[in-house]
T-cell receptor, first 114, second 110 residues
Framework: EPEVTQTPSHQVTQMGQEVILRCVPI?????FYWYRQILGQKVEFLVS????????KSEIFDDQFSVERPDGSNFTLKIRSTKLEDSAMYFC????????????FGPGTRLTVL | GIQVEQSPPDLILQEGANSTLRCNFS?????LQWFHQNPWGQLINLFY???GTKQNGRLSATTVATERYSLLYISSSQTTDSGVYFC????????????FGGGTRVLVKP
């Protein structure tokens, strides 16, 4: 069964540094998402992306965050200047259709900001 | 936006026992998914079930869309069933984001 993959599995960075989290969605999917989960809390939506544009973003997704589909397979989340509170598990997801369809989640990238 | 509430928050089971987890949501939905978060933090898709009943091995799920709830049944529980179970709902009119509940933490004791 096709899977969403994410790299790296774990990233440690210093406060103020830029990080790029990478995702390869399922190949025939058109809708892409980033979610995050702070340790011990619920999973929260960050952003959705379709047709090379952000289609929706949450209040969390401020100017420090950006997303990009640099080629036909990768989908990236960039945090420009990391803060301690950005420490979380970041999940990428993809779906074939917009609403009435399964969102498939990747295994996550655990980001630790020191 | 849509509200998603799960109960109970914690559940301790003896191996072999059956259990029911509940997910209430505040509005009509286009998508309702159940996930199992394993000890490594990975979210494993269990069911896509905006309505009706599905079964997969020892797990089954039922969503009663008109009454705005979904149930996840675990039968003959095993220690590998331990972890956190999340439901997540999407209401298309409010965008294409999944809203997650707070989860049910399940511990199956041998």
């Amino acid at each position: 069964e096709p899977e969403v993959t994410q790299t790296p599995s774990h990233q440690v960075t210093q406060m103020g540094q830029e990080v790029i989290l990478r995702c390869v969605p399922i190949s025939n999917h058109l809708y892409f998402y980033w979610y995050r989960q702070i340790l011990g809390q619920k999973v929260e939506f960050l952003v959705s992306f379709y047709n090379n544009e952000i289609s929706e973003k949450s209040e969390i997704f401020d100017d420090q965050f950006s997303v990009e589909r640099p080629d036909g397979s990768n989908f990236t989340l960039k945090i420009r200047s990391t803060k301690l509170e950005d420490s979380a598990m970041y999940f990428c997801a993809s779906s074939e259709r917009q609403f009435s369809d399964t969102q498939y989640f990747g295994p996550g990238t655990r980001l630790t900001v020191l | 936006g849509i509200q998603v509430e799960q109960s109970p928050p914690d559940l301790i089971l003896q191996e072999g026992a059956n259990s029911t987890l509940r997910c209430n949501f505040s509005d009509s939905v286009n998508n309702l998914q159940w996930f199992h978060q394993n000890p490594w933090g990975q979210l494993i898709n269990l069911f896509y079930i905006p309505s009706g009943t599905k079964q997969n091995g020892r797990l089954s799920a039922t969503t009663v869309a008109t009454e705005r709830y979904s149930l996840l049944y675990i039968s003959s529980s095993q220690t590998t069933d331990s972890g956190v179970y999340f439901c997540a709902a999407l209401r298309g009119a409010a965008g294409n984001k999944l809203t997650f509940g707070g989860g049910t933490r399940v511990l199956v004791k041998p």
